[in-house]
C-alpha cells in the first residue's frame, strides 16, 4: 500500500498529566467524556476517555508529568461536537466555573464556532461545532457567546461572506470526498 493510499484520522491524545484525578475530574465533569478503562504502565498509570461509541479512547492520561507546566509540543487538541450553539454557550459557562480553566477564548473561523481554553494542566484544548460554511482557512475572529443565536449566525455570515472560498460546508465536504477517491483510484 503507498502512502497516498493509506487514509488516517486522528483517533485520540495521550498527555502526560502530573494529578490524574484531577484531570480525570475536570475531563469527566466539565467536558462528559467516560473513562474506558485504566491500569498501569510500567511504572506510571494510564487512563483512557471517551465519548464515542466507535473510539476506545478520544484522549487518554499518562502519570508522570513532573510539574502541571504549560506544554511546548503540542499547541492544542481540538474536539469536533455534533452539538448546538446553545451546547456551546453552556460548555463556555461550565469553563468559566471551574478556576482550574484558564486562557479561555470564544473565536469564530467561518467554518467553526470554537472556544479554546487550556485545561487544568495547561493543555491547549478547542471544542467546536462546524458552522454551515467553507471559508478558505486560517480565519479567527471573536465569538460572542452572549448573543443569541440568530445574532450568531448572522454576524458569522457576514464577517466572513466575503472570504475567499466561502461557500456551503456540505458542497466542500462533498467535493473533498470526490477529490480522495478520484485519487484513491489512480
Known amino acids: ?19 490524574v484525578d484531577r484531570m480525570v475530574g475536570f475531563y469527566t465533569d466539565v467536558l462528559g467524556f467516560e473513562v474506558t478503562d485504566r491500569g498501569p504502565i510500567g511504572p506510571n498509570e494510564i487512563v483512557f476517555l471517551s465519548q464515542t461509541a466507535n473510539h476506545h479512547h478520544q484522549v487518554a492520561f499518562i502519570t508522570g508529568r513532573p510539574a502541571p507546566e504549560k506544554s511546548n509540543n503540542t499547541h492544542h487538541t481540538a474536539y469536533r461536537s455534533a452539538g448546538t450553539l446553545d451546547d456551546l454557550k453552556a460548555l463556555l459557562g461550565r469553563l ?33 461545532i462546524d458552522t454551515p460554511w467553507h471559508v478558505k482557512q486560517p480565519q479567527g475572529k471573536p465569538l460572542d457567546l452572549t448573543k443569541s443565536n440568530e445574532e450568531i449566525i448572522a454576524a458569522t455570515q457576514e464577517a466572513f ?26
Open 96 to 128: 468559566q466555573a471551574d478556576e482550574g480553566v484558564s486562557g479561555i477564548m470564544p473565536l469564530t473561523h467561518g467554518n467553526a464556532w470554537s472556544v479554546y481554553f487550556q485545561d487544568p494542566e495547561h493543555n491547549g484544548v478547542e471544542i467546536f
Open 161 to 186: 461572506a466575503t472570504e475567499p472560498e466561502f461557500g456551503d460546508l456540505r458542497r466542500f465536504y462533498d467535493g473533498r470526498a470526490e477529490h480522495l477517491a478520484a485519487r484513491a483510484a489512480d
Open 1 to 19: 500500500m503507498s502512502a497516498s493510499a493509506l487514509r488516517l484520522e486522528v483517533a485520540h491524545s495521550v498527555l502526560y498529566v502530573h494529578d
